[in-house]
């Protein structure tokens, strides 16, 4: 099993495209894996104030994306917020409540100790910046940033893990923590997939939209028989890694009902991203991105066996036995 981040707090499922009658989830995984949420008395803290330091220098691994190794905090921490942009990237501004996707390095400011870092999972976080799905300090130092920034910054326990500190990563509820933070990617509700459109000559098969303005795509369903078997193109095919059976996502999507076009859900629509285990959700879901790359639009047609067959949500729209559309914007693997 891949480490969580000790930062990250469990995600919430997917109403709409949980299996139905499935058991399986991370919750059991969570519960055994150092993926504390914030914890309470931290969360409740009021803003903190924001100084340019102190700051232990970074004395190796200097570069944007090089794991670096960071001195030993010298002499008392503040007790305030201290940020620095080491390097300042050129990407799109951070705002509260966006994702990002950074690689980073944790350490504890009184006896340089390193209590998690994400360069040798060679694996990068994805997380959300808002409240009570990450430290706070994490939210407050980075708003405002930009994608492509290197920013240090020393968190005291009021705004990470307060008095309880976390025992799992050896974090007493005393100390101050240091961190070194390489923001890659920040996503929002306006994010779209990344990458070259793909021939959709099948007439047989819905149409999707390729715009990549954050706007929902349009699908135009055909006046044909749906697809007794999955079905599963790129719409825009992107180059990021391929997914795995087991991964998680974080994406935009928009389904209709094929008999109607009726859309029955949207992340465009309610203005936020989504984020689940492929292993949470129906099966044609998890069939049908399984493979495809990160940053690619992927058209997916679901037949009633692979989607809810005859037990459809409830208030969902969904008829019984109906074939699902949907487009799919894979953002990120989490």
């Known amino acids: 099993m891949r480490r969580r981040s000790l930062l990250i707090a469990v995600p919430a499922g997917l109403a709409t495209l949980a299996a139905c009658g499935d058991d399986k989830s991370d919750s059991s995984k969570a519960s055994d894996s150092a993926s504390p949420s914030a914890s309470s008395s931290a969360s409740q803290a009021p803003p903190p104030k924001i100084v340019d330091g102190p700051l232990p220098a970074i004395t190796a691994g200097t570069k944007f994306g090089e794991k670096p190794t960071v001195a030993k905090g010298s002499g008392d921490p503040s007790k305030d917020l201290a940020v620095k942009t080491v390097i300042a990237g050129g990407g799109t501004t951070i705002a509260e409540g966006d994702y990002i996707q950074a690689h980073y390095l944790g350490q504890i ?40 920034s290197r920013v240090q910054f ?33 996503f929002n509700a306006k994010s779209s997939a990344k990458g070259k459109d793909v021939a959709q000559s099948d007439a047989n098969l819905p149409k999707v939209g390729t715009n990549t303005d954050g706007k929902a795509p349009s699908i135009e369903v055909p006046k044909a028989d749906a697809p007794t078997k999955l079905v599963s193109e790129y719409v825009i095919e992107g180059d990021g890694d391929k997914v795995a059976a087991d991964s998680t996502l974080l994406v935009q999507y928009k389904g209709v009902v094929w008999d109607t076009g009726k859309e029955f859900d949207s992340t465009y629509s309610r203005k936020q991203l989504a984020s689940f285990s492929l292993q949470q959700v129906v099966k044609g879901w998890a069939q049908g991105l399984t493979g495809k790359k990160v940053g690619s639009r992927v058209l997916i047609s679901i037949p009633p066996k692979l989607g809810y067959g005859d037990n459809p949500p409830a208030g969902s729209g969904i008829e019984k036995d109906s074939t699902l559309v949907f487009t799919v914007d894979i953002l990120a693997k989490m």
């Open 154 to 186: 020393s968190i005291p326990p009021t705004w990470g893990y307060g008095k309880e500190g976390n025992a799992q990563a050896g974090i007493k509820g005393t100390d101050t923590l240091v961190f070194v933070v390489d923001v890659q990617d920040t």
């Open 109 to 148: 400011w009184s006896t340089a100790k390193v209590f998690d870092n994400s360069y040798d999972r060679k694996t990068a976080l994805v997380i959300q910046l808002a409240q009570n799905s990450i430290i706070d300090g994490w939210r407050y130092a980075l708003t405002g940033k930009k994608a492509g």
